[in-house]
């Protein structure tokens, strides 16, 4: 069976989750500004806890991005070290769709149900994405965006919105969504069922490819 560690800062949120012998297995805290003291930790306890060696992993799972610039640089260095120390290839996951994941396994989404997940990116700017829930894994309908609030296109019948994005809900393009759910963050656990296809079918990288997903490419605010 497939084992695999999977790591995620991406946001306030920190969590390590393992997937070994059909089962999974979350570390899952609230941790805003403490992810390097705490993720390293994390993954020994996880691996302690299952007796299992880092190197019996097939794969390091990490959500890649769009996020929390901070959270992503420790996220990445830490999935650098782990996968060079260990021999191990990686899997990056979108955070969004990681979140959509989440979402679509908590509440049991219907086949070909979309999903809108949206993050706060600050400066007056949301991460958005687009997904269907299809054959129990979440798939794009479009890239991921970086976009003022006011360019979101929201326009899905019956879809859920989910991330604190939806705060700007009243500022996107048209009527908001059959549900709502600000509170939904991304996961170590849902980060790894969707790496898992992708594990299964050798796509995977050599741990130096392992790079962020910013989609801003810098976090200084830029005046005209």
């Given at each position: 069976m497939t084992t695999l560690l999977a790591i995620d800062a991406s946001t306030s949120a920190c969590s390590v989750a393992l997937m070994h012998e059909g089962q999974v297995y979350e570390d899952f805290r609230m941790l805003p500004r403490a992810h390097t003291r705490f993720l390293l930790p994390m993954v020994d306890e996880m691996l302690a806890a299952h007796s299992l060696p880092l190197a019996q992993m097939d794969a390091l799972v990490f959500t890649a991005g769009p996020g929390s610039f901070t959270g992503l640089r420790v996220a990445i260095a830490t999935v650098q070290g782990l996968a060079f120390a260990a021999e191990l290839p990686v899997v990056p996951v979108s955070t969004l769709a990681a979140m959509a994941q989440l979402y679509a396994e908590r509440e049991g989404v219907a086949e070909g149900a979309t999903i809108l997940p949206a993050l706060d990116a600050r400066m007056d700017e949301v991460y958005f994405g687009r997904y269907q829930y299809r054959d129990g894994v979440v798939a794009p309908l479009n890239a991921d965006q970086l976009l003022p609030p006011e360019q979101v296109d929201n326009t899905a019948a019956g879809a859920a919105g989910?991330?604190?994005?939806?705060?700007?809900?009243?500022?996107?393009?048209?009527?908001?969504?059959?549900?709502?759910d600000q509170t939904i963050l991304p996961s170590a656990a849902a980060a790894l069922q969707l790496a898992k296809p992708d594990v299964l079918a050798g796509k995977v990288l050599p741990a130096e490819q392992a790079q962020p997903v910013y989609l801003r490419e810098s976090v200084a605010w830029k005046k005209q």
């Open positions: 989910i991330g604190d994005g939806w705060t700007y809900a009243e500022r996107f393009g048209d009527a908001p969504p059959a549900t709502v």
